[in-house]
C-alpha cells in the first residue's frame, strides 16, 4: 500500500518578491546604533574609573604633604594642615595629566585626619560628537584617604560639603 501525499507549496507572485531586502540595511543600523551605545558607556566607564584613580592618589598625595612634621616628632600628634593639603591635591592632580579627561571641578574636605577629594570631568566620547549632548559625558567621583584611625572610634566623620578648589 502506498500512500501519496502532495503538499502544494503556493508559489509567490512577483510583487512579494524581495521584500526582505529592505528590512536588512535597517537591521545593520539599528545593530550599529545599539554598538555605539554600547562603546559610548564603555567610554564613560573608563572615565570614570580614570578620575577616581586621580582622585584617589591625589587624596593620598594631600594627606601625606599634609601632615604637620614639626608637631608630629615634638609632641607625636598626627594634625593635617588643610591649605597644604588642598595645595598638593591641585598639584597633583596637574602632573597626572589623565588623558582623555578635561577635569571640572575639583572639591577637597579635611576632617580630622580624614581627606575627601570630589571631582567631575569630561570625556569625550567615541561617536556622537556633532550631536550636541551626547559627544561630552560627564563623570564624577571621590576618593577618601584616613591617615590614621582613632582605636576607640570606627565611624566616618560626616564631612561638611566640599571646599571647591581651583587648580
Given at each position: 500500500?502506498?500512500?501519496?501525499?502532495?503538499?502544494?507549496?503556493?508559489?509567490?507572485?512577483?510583487?512579494?518578491?524581495?521584500?526582505?531586502?529592505?528590512?536588512?540595511?535597517?537591521?545593520?543600523?539599528?545593530?550599529?546604533?545599539?554598538?555605539?551605545?554600547?562603546?559610548?558607556?564603555?567610554?564613560?566607564?573608563?572615565?570614570?574609573?580614570?578620575?577616581?584613580?586621580?582622585?584617589?592618589?591625589?587624596?593620598?598625595?594631600?594627606?601625606?604633604?599634609?601632615?604637620?612634621?614639626?608637631?608630629?616628632?615634638?609632641?607625636?600628634?598626627?594634625?593635617?594642615?588643610?591649605?597644604?593639603?588642598?595645595?598638593?591635591?591641585?598639584?597633583?592632580?596637574?602632573?597626572?595629566?589623565?588623558?582623555?579627561?578635561?577635569?571640572?571641578?575639583?572639591?577637597?574636605?579635611?576632617?580630622?585626619?580624614?581627606?575627601?577629594?570630589?571631582?567631575?570631568?569630561?570625556?569625550?566620547?567615541?561617536?556622537?560628537?556633532?550631536?550636541?549632548?551626547?559627544?561630552?559625558?560627564?563623570?564624577?567621583?571621590?576618593?577618601?584617604?584616613?591617615v590614621a584611625s582613632a582605636p576607640t572610634s570606627s565611624a566616618?566623620?560626616?564631612?561638611?560639603?566640599?571646599v571647591q578648589v581651583h587648580c
Amino acid at each position: 500500500m502506498s500512500v501519496k501525499s502532495s503538499v502544494r507549496v503556493p508559489r509567490r507572485k512577483a510583487a512579494e518578491r524581495g521584500s526582505v531586502l529592505a528590512l536588512v540595511p535597517a537591521g545593520f543600523l539599528v545593530l550599529i546604533i545599539l554598538a555605539a551605545f554600547a562603546i559610548n558607556s564603555a567610554v564613560a566607564y573608563k572615565a570614570s574609573q580614570q578620575l577616581h584613580d586621580t582622585l584617589l592618589a591625589a587624596a593620598n598625595d594631600g594627606a601625606a604633604a599634609g601632615l604637620d612634621g614639626t608637631l608630629f616628632y615634638s609632641t607625636g600628634a598626627l594634625e593635617l594642615s588643610p591649605s597644604r593639603v588642598d595645595q598638593q591635591v591641585c598639584a597633583s592632580v596637574r602632573a597626572q595629566n589623565t588623558p582623555g579627561l578635561q577635569t571640572q571641578t575639583i572639591g577637597v574636605a579635611v576632617d580630622g585626619l580624614w581627606v575627601e577629594v570630589t571631582g567631575s570631568a569630561i570625556a569625550q566620547g567615541l561617536f556622537a560628537r556633532g550631536i550636541p549632548g551626547f559627544g561630552a559625558i560627564r563623570v564624577n567621583s571621590s576618593a577618601t584617604v584616613v591617615v590614621a584611625s582613632a582605636p576607640t572610634s570606627s565611624a566616618a566623620p560626616i564631612f561638611q560639603p566640599a571646599v571647591q578648589v581651583h587648580c
